[in-house]
Each structure stands twice: as C-alpha cells, then as structure tokens.
C-alpha cells in the first residue's frame, strides 16, 4: 500500500513508524473529590518542571543564536507565565478538574483566543499552544516523550502536525523521515526539515489504525510516496534508488570549492539563504560565495523581548567574521502577512498579506527601523554589506527610506559611532514593483526577485495553501514574463539583479533563470551544491536558447514541458 503527499524535503528514507500523538488520552471531566485536588495540584506541577527540564535539557544541545534554541525558548516563556499557572490551579480548585482536563480547557482558551483574532499566522500559532498544551497532558499521563528517547532504529515519524519546538526537540540522528497529515509548504517546520536534510512530505492522508508503530515504511520523497509494508520488489527497487540518491550526493561533493561557472566560462553567483547565526557556520561547507538573504525578522520571531541597537550590531558583526570577506545580503524586517512576532504589537488585520508588512510596517514604526539601520550603518564598518528593503512597491517608499537612512548617518556621526558604506537594492516581489521599477533603479545597486510573493500576489493564490499548489505553480507564463521584465529593466539600468525565492533552489529551473540573464542566485544551503552542479554542467548558449523558447510558451503544461525536454 503507498499512500501520496506534497514534498517538502526530497530524500529517500526507510525506518519503521512511530507516531506522534496529540490529546488522545481519555480525559475524565467528573468533579474531582475535595480530598484528591492536593494530589492533582501536585502532579500538574510536577508535569510541568518534568516539561520544562526536558526542554532546558535540549535548549543545551543547541547553538543559543539559532532558531530551534529560540523556539524552545518560547515554550519555556509560556510554561512559564505566572498567570497561566494560576490559572491552571484556580481551575483544579473551583472547578474540581483533574489536571488534564484543567491544562486542556486554559490551554484551549488560550489557542481559541489566537484563532478569534482572524489571522492565519496566528491561527498556526494557535495550534502551538494546543500542542504544547497536549504535551503537557502527555507529562501528567507519564507519557512525556512518547518513546522519542528510546529510539534506536531509524524512524519514520507521523503526525497530524508538527510545530517547530517540537521539531527542535527530535532525536534527528534517528529521525529519518517526516509524514504531516497537514502543514503548508512554506510553513517553519518544512524549512526547517529542508536545512536539515530530512525527507518529508505533508497533505498526507494515512489511517494511523492501518500504520501500527513498528510497521516498516519506506518514504520515497522523490516522487511524493509513503510505501506502508513494502513488498520484496518494492523493497529492493527504493533501495536501489537510495543507493543512487547517496551517490549522487556523495558525488555533489565534488563541487564544492569549485566556482560557479558554466563549460563556455559563464560566471553566476551562488549565495545561500540564510535565517540564524548557526546557517552562517555552513556556508563555506556549500561552497557559497556569501549570504544572498539574511531573512532577519527570524531573530525576532520567538523571543518576548524586542533586541537593542547593541545586539543587532553585535549580531551583524559575528555574521561578518564568520563569513572572512564574502558577500553579506541583509534584508531589513519582513514583519507582518504570516509572521507573528510577540515581541511586537502588531495590529489585527482583516488580509494581513495585504496589510502592513515589509517596509509599510518599518516606515509605519521609525523607531525600529531606525535601530535596526543603525545596528547595520555600524557593522558596515567590519565589512561589505548589502541592505535590501522588502515588498517595496514605488519609488515614494525608497524616498523614505534613504531620508530615514541619512537622519541616522547624521545621528551616528554626531555620537562619533561611525558607520560604513553600504550597497542597496529592493526585493521584487509585486507586480507593481516590477511595473514601477524603472523609477526605483537610479536609487539602486541591485535588485533581488522573490518569486514566493511575486507568484502569490501576481496569481492571487495563497503561497502556503497546499490545495492551490498545483494548478497554481512557482513558475508559469506570467511570472516568467514579469521575471524577464525585472531582469531586462536591471540590466539596462546597469543594475546586478538576483534571485532569492524558492525557485533558485530547484536544479531543474537553474538552466532557464541564468539563460533569461541573472547575475544571481541565493539557495537554500541543502540544495546549494546541486544548484552548483547545474551550472557547471551546461553551457550558457543552451540556457539562452532555452530561455528564448520557455517565454513563448502560454500554458503552464508547455513552459513545464520545455524544462524537462532542456538537454
């Protein structure tokens, strides 16, 4: 039997299957007697030092500047908050609830809350809470790990959902593939399981009655495949396919300090995306020539406390030795749509991917762009940095920008703090920027496209609803045609143009975004040395003329169709 799903991370991956299971205890909603609420006071507070020892144990592991160790720490803030906690025991002694039922009804109201709010970040940020909420039940049941720590076979992990905390937390050495029944693909958790290497699929619909744990599985993320019991034949064929996937890596490795540049001499930068201090570390391992996205809002996302001019620059500065020269891309915040930010008030929005976000909230909050600009003027001075502004629309907005950069060059020199040149460019990802651009490229030195949104808002289709993913791909007709109009705009202008969406990542669209004429590409770092081999394996003669016919084609089964025939 073998069951389909959406890929998010490709590999092949055999181990036996364990799910992760959410709220399935029994609870008992009875009043609880007078004389036993001391002991389920008791055994919630026990539970919940039990949880937060076991996330503090794993908050160890982990490198304090990277995502997953912000994560964790979030929980912790949580489990932590002298009022839930109240809360919590105000119910067992009113109420008469056992623990369980108590930890379920605060930490439903409190996701119900979230979800109230009519915001689909904080909708999934809602679903944290239930989950934390749900391990929280699983501790006082004495089930807090569900056999995680004990695990020695590779393992296939399933669940409903998996947020990125608990993500954090998996033994990954035995984890050797993931199956979400739901999740979007460009949610935390699928990143996440891309920069580690873990194959994994979501939209899955398996019948965990039908998948006992233990039952042996086979994911073939390569085709979008979960093969429950394979037969012999079944068996035997993915291993050879494994075998070839491991070789072909292997064999990427042999590009690494290699440059990128095709068999008829043709140079194309190949930057890495990037989110944390920890990604930074991994570049040279790629063979990178820098950073093409610094996304940081991520050193915003999962803290309480919003970071100082001190420690953004110090960040910044850390980011600049670790890379000893190489290409160092900022993108300023990238806050609102679907990105909660508790250390922020971000106002509720009826389309919030419509409503502040990207430099309409940053120009709508001086103060913390400010500090973030002066974080950036400052580390300029230990080393190149290029600053680029995101979901910029129209030349007004950089005119506030550049204002708002000078009054704190002139504010630094004052303080006698200094501050370095920078290089600066937009991120291209509207219709209207595409359209407008020309009236922004006297103003830049280059511009970086990112296909996610410019897909998303170009189409209409929601970039993290798996059900449009489909009919409404990365790449089509018109998004060819506004990426071509961008790149020939930039190039006439004398402006570098980049690409740092998803789509750079894909191999197979390497050939057709250099021949269009990108000077540029920033990668995922797991996909980067793949990237790499598909430059150095073709000719830019061939990717032109691929390019020439792939802009003439209407249908989005012709463009495809053109792509795959590229020899």
């Given at each position: 039997m073998s069951i389909t799903g959406i890929i998010v991370s490709s590999g092949i991956a055999f181990g036996q299957a364990l799910h992760l299971i959410h709220a399935e205890h029994h609870l008992d909603y009875r009043p609880i007697p007078l004389s036993r609420l001391p002991q389920q006071q008791s055994k919630f507070v026990k539970a919940l030092q039990a949880l937060q020892q076991q996330l503090s144990h794993s908050q160890t592991k982990l490198d304090p500047q990277s995502e997953n160790y912000q994560l964790?720490?979030?929980?912790?803030?949580?489990?932590?908050?002298?009022?839930?906690?109240?809360?919590?025991?105000?119910?067992?002694?009113?109420?008469?609830?056992?623990?369980?039922?108590?930890?379920?009804?605060?930490?439903?109201?409190?996701?119900?809350?979230?979800?109230?709010?009519?915001?689909?970040?904080?909708?999934?940020?809602?679903?944290?809470?239930?989950?934390?909420?749900?391990?929280?039940?699983?501790?006082?049941?004495?089930?807090?790990?569900?056999?995680?720590?004990?695990?020695?076979e590779p393992t296939i992990l399933l669940a409903q959902d998996l947020t990125p905390a608990e993500f954090a937390l998996l033994p990954k050495e035995q984890i050797s593939g993931i199956v979400l029944k739901t999740g979007g693909l460009t949610s935390h958790t699928a990143i996440l399981a891309r920069a580690a290497g873990i194959p994994a699929i979501l939209s899955c619909q398996f019948d965990a009655e039908f998948i006992p744990n233990g039952t042996p599985l086979v994911l073939d993320a390569l085709s979008g495949e979960l093969f429950v019991n394979p037969a012999p034949e079944q068996q035997a064929r993915l291993t050879v396919t494994l075998h070839h996937e491991q070789a072909r890596r292997a064999a990427l490795q042999a590009y690494r300090d290699v440059p990128a540049k095709t068999q008829d001499d043709h140079h194309v930068g190949l930057m890495a995306n990037v989110g944390n201090l920890n990604d930074i570390a991994h570049v040279d391992d790629v063979?990178?020539?820098?950073?093409?996205?610094?996304r940081t809002e991520?050193?915003?996302?999962?803290?309480?406390?919003?970071?100082?001019?001190?420690?953004?620059?110090?960040?910044?500065?850390?980011?600049?030795?670790?890379?000893?020269?190489?290409?160092?891309?900022?993108?300023?915040?990238?806050?609102?749509?679907?990105?909660?930010?508790?250390?922020?008030?971000?106002?509720?929005?009826?389309?919030?991917a419509l409503g502040l976000r990207?430099?309409?909230?940053?120009?709508?909050?001086?103060e913390l762009f400010k500090?973030?600009?002066?974080?950036?003027?400052?580390?300029?001075?230990?080393?190149?940095?290029?600053?680029?502004?995101?979901?910029?629309n129209q030349v007004e907005e950089l005119d506030q920008i550049f204002a708002l950069i000078a009054e704190c060059q002139d504010a630094l020199e004052e303080e006698e703090k200094g501050f370095g040149e920078l290089s600066y460019g937009i991120v291209v990802e509207t219709p209207a920027a595409v359209m407008n651009l020309a009236s922004m490229l006297p103003r830049l030195d280059f511009v970086s496209i990112g296909t996610n949104d410019l897909t998303q808002y170009a189409m209409a289709a929601d970039r993290t609803n798996?059900?449009?993913?489909?009919?409404?791909?990365?790449?089509?007709?018109?998004?060819?045609?506004?990426?071509?109009?961008t790149i020939d705009q930039a190039k006439a202008a004398g402006v570098k143009v980049s690409l740092c969406g998803e789509l750079a990542s894909s191999p197979l669209m390497v050939p057709l975004l250099i021949g269009m004429g990108l000077d540029e590409l920033s990668v995922n770092l797991n996909s980067l040395l793949e990237v790499k081999a598909a430059v150095c394996q073709g000719q830019l003669a061939k990717f032109s003329a691929l390019a020439h016919t792939a802009i003439l084609q209407n249908r989005i089964s012709e463009l495809q169709q053109s792509i795959t025939n590229y020899k």
């Open positions: 964790i720490e979030a929980d912790l803030l949580l489990l932590e908050d002298e009022e839930l906690i109240a809360q919590v025991k105000e119910a067992i002694r009113t109420l008469q609830l056992s623990a369980s039922v108590a930890v379920e009804r605060v930490f439903a109201h409190q996701a119900n809350e979230l979800e109230s709010l009519d915001d689909p970040y904080l909708a999934n940020r809602a679903q944290d809470v239930r989950c934390l909420g749900q391990r929280l039940v699983s501790a006082i049941n004495g089930r807090l790990d569900q056999g995680l720590s004990q695990l020695t063979g990178a020539d820098g950073i093409g996205l610094f991520f050193m915003l996302m999962h803290t309480s406390t919003l970071p100082d001019e001190k420690a953004q620059y110090n960040l910044y500065c850390e980011a600049l030795h670790a890379l000893g020269g190489k290409t160092f891309t900022i993108r300023t915040l990238d806050i609102g749509a679907d990105k909660e930010l508790p250390c922020l008030c971000q106002e509720v929005e009826d389309n919030p990207g430099v309409r909230y940053t120009l709508a909050h001086p500090t973030q600009l002066r974080a950036i003027l400052r580390a300029a001075n230990h080393g190149p940095i290029r600053l680029m502004f995101p979901m910029v798996p059900q449009l993913t489909r009919d409404y791909p990365s790449l089509s007709p018109a998004i060819l045609r506004l990426i071509k109009m």
